[in-house]
Nanobody, 125 residues
């Protein structure tokens, strides 16, 4: 079992920054991939970024490349999403997810086994 708890969401003006955190508890595997997804009202959940727990390889959605950075910290068992140059269209509930036995860095939400409760990010124009 893996338990994920997100934090760090809030209200920010366009152009501002936020850093989301995902605290990971339970047993992760060397094959684990950690992902961030988001869901805006009336829209499907979409991939934002992912990182391999062991090697730190990353992948990003085109819409956030160059603005968002995903990272992980072993000592704190935490995954971060640094979000810069935020836009109103980034407004959504952001979810942390874990794919324990990943063979690829998945961008489809159905590939992830565990999910956090989500944290709201609102970007005002």
């Amino acid at each position: 079992q893996v338990h994920l708890v997100e934090s760090g969401g809030g209200l920010v003006q366009a152009g501002g920054s936020l850093r989301l955190s995902c605290a990971v508890s339970g047993r992760t595997l060397s094959s684990t991939v950690m992902g961030w997804f988001r869901q805006a009202p009336g829209k499907e959940r979409e991939f934002v970024a992912a990182i391999t727990w062991s090697g730190g390889s990353t992948d990003y959605a085109d819409s956030v490349k160059g603005r968002f950075t995903i990272s992980r910290e072993y000592v704190k068992n935490t995954v971060y999403l640094q979000m810069n140059s935020l836009k109103p269209e980034d407004t959504a509930v952001y979810y942390c997810a874990a794919d324990l036995r990943a063979t690829v860095v998945a961008t489809k939400s159905r590939m992830y086994d565990y999910w956090g409760q989500g944290t709201q990010v609102t970007v005002s124009s």
